[in-house]
C-alpha cells in the first residue's frame, strides 16, 4: 500500500526533448520518484530515456495507451516490461484478449529482463473527454478481469471505482490541477487533496509543475496538498 505523498506523485514529463525532461527530473526529484514518460517524450528520444530514468530509480509510468490487435499489443507491452518501468497502460476498451495477452507478455518481458514485472494499468475514459461513472466502472471491472492491476481513471470516478473494485486495486488519476490552477484542455479535473482523499493511489501532474517558474517548489507545494489528503482519508477510515 502507498501510504506517503511523495510516493503518490507523479511528474508527467510531457515535453519535447531529453534535455528539457533531464532538467525537469533535477528540478523536482527531491519531492518526487515516479515520472510519466508519454507519446511525445518517447517519440522524440526513443527507449533509451526511459532507461536511463529507471537505471537512476526512478519509477517510470509509461504512458503509451496501447491499443491494437492482441499480439501487437503483447509484443510492445514485452518490449516496455524489458525497459524495467514500474508501469504502463493499455485501453481497457481494447478488450479482454488484448489486455490478457499485454499482461502475459509484460511478465515475460520483465523475465527475461531480470526486472521486477510493471504494473498493467487499463485506461478508462480520458479527462480531456466527458464520461459517465457506468462505462467507467465497466472497463475498470472487465480491465480487473483480464488480469491488470488496475486503471487510469478521473479523479471523480475514484471513490466508485474504489468502492467497487477493492482496496487491492491500483487507481491512477491524471487531470489533476492544484486549487489556483487553471484546467486547460482537462474536464473532469480535481484537486491533488481532493484525489488522495477519495481513493486515488497515485496522480499525475504535468503543467502545473513544468509551467511553473519554479517547478521544484510546485512539486513540495502539491505534495503537501496530498498530505493533506491524506489527513482526510485517514479520518474517514476510523
Known amino acids: ?22 532538467a525537469l527530473v533535477r528540478a523536482t526529484e527531491a519531492s518526487a520518484r515516479r515520472y510519466k514518460v508519454g507519446s511525445q517524450l518517447f517519440t522524440s528520444e526513443g527507449p533509451e530515456l526511459v532507461r536511463e530514468l ?36 493499455v485501453h481497457a476498451s481494447g478488450g479482454h484478449e488484448m489486455m490478457t495477452a499485454a499482461v502475459e507478455a509484460s511478465r515475460e518481458g520483465a523475465a527475461a529482463a531480470g526486472h521486477t514485472p510493471p504494473k498493467v494499468l487499463g485506461v478508462t475514459v480520458l479527462t480531456s473527454l466527458p464520461g459517465m461513472i457506468e462505462e467507467v466502472l465497466d472497463l475498470a471491472g472487465k480491465a480487473r478481469e483480464a488480469g491488470a492491476d488496475g486503471v487510469v481513471a478521473s479523479a471523480r470516478e475514484a471513490p466508485a471505482i474504489r ?10 488519476t491524471p487531470g489533476i490541477r492544484p486549487a489556483s490552477s487553471a484546467t486547460d484542455d482537462q474536464r473532469r479535473v480535481t484537486t491533488p487533496a481532493e484525489a488522495v482523499a477519495g481513493g486515488a493511489d497515485l496522480i499525475v501532474v504535468g503543467r502545473p509543475i513544468r509551467a511553473a517558474a519554479d517547478p521544484g517548489l510546485a512539486a513540495r507545494a502539491i505534495v503537501a496538498e496530498m498530505e493533506r489528503g491524506e489527513e482526510r482519508r485517514e479520518g474517514h477510515a476510523r
Open 1 to 22: 500500500m502507498i501510504t506517503e505523498a511523495a510516493d503518490r506523485l507523479i511528474v508527467a514529463l510531457d515535453v519535447a526533448t531529453g534535455e528539457e525532461a533531464r
Open 163 to 172: 468502492a467497487a473494485m477493492g482496496s487491492d486495486f491500483l487507481i491512477v
Open 54 to 89: 529507471a537505471g537512476a530509480g526512478f519509477g517510470v509510468f509509461l504512458d503509451l495507451k496501447f491499443h491494437d490487435i492482441p499480439n501487437t499489443v503483447a509484443e510492445a507491452s514485452r518490449a516496455a516490461a524489458g525497459l524495467g518501468v514500474e508501469m504502463f497502460n
